[in-house]
């Protein structure tokens, strides 16, 4: 067994005064500054209509081949 004294540690300690997204300094709410928190959740908003998109074209997609499954 090797001692690995040379692996830096720290990296897996998240800096709570940190932006986790960006890394600017700062105490933010869930480790995260607003602007990032906002580009998030703009982001996670836009996903969700495109998996809602794609759902319902999957769902129309379905309903024209349904006929076609019911058998066998
Ligand atoms: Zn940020």
Do not use: Y
């Not at 300094?25 to 908003?45: H, S, V």
């Amino acid at each position: 067994m090797k001692r690995g004294e040379s692996l830096p540690r720290e990296k897996g300690v998240m800096d709570k005064n940190r932006c986790m997204v960006c890394a600017t300094p700062g105490a933010f709410e869930g480790g995260i500054c607003d602007p990032c928190k906002a580009k998030i959740r703009g982001e996670a908003r836009e996903q969700q209509q495109q998996i809602k998109k794609d759902a319902d074209r999957s769902l129309r997609k379905e309903g024209t081949v349904v006929e076609k499954k019911s058998r066998g």
